[in-house]
């Protein structure tokens, strides 16, 4: 990394300009009605090894945007668990929907 690369970087990332950066992220305005929201303490992200996700999916089954949530992971090939469904069901359920 040459020094100016560093110098921009430092920049970009000052506190004061992490509202700022935020604004740059566009994200789906349903996100903001998502369960996952009022539970920082579930890990929708299990590491391999972990349980399958049951309490972020837990959170998931009363969530009111479920449906968004799985299409926007399906779209964007997320990992982690969205729509009350990890990576491997998601893969599961699109091929089966593809063989149909």
């Known amino acids: 990394m ?13 506190a004061q300009d992490l509202p700022q950066l935020a604004d740059l992220v566009s994200r789906p305005s349903w996100m903001a009605k998502g369960a996952c929201r009022d539970h920082p303490e579930v890990s929708f992200f299990p590491v391999r090894g972990e349980s399958t996700g049951a309490p972020a ?11 968004e949530c799985y299409a926007y992971a399906v779209e964007h090939e997320e990992r982690g668990i969205w729509g009350g469904t990890s990576e491997r069901e998601r893969r599961q359920l699109t091929r089966r929907s593809a063989a149909s």
């Open 2 to 14: 040459q020094p100016a690369d560093e110098r921009f970087w430092a920049a970009l990332l000052r």
């Open 57 to 67: 999916k837990a959170v998931c089954r009363s969530c009111s945007v479920r449906a």
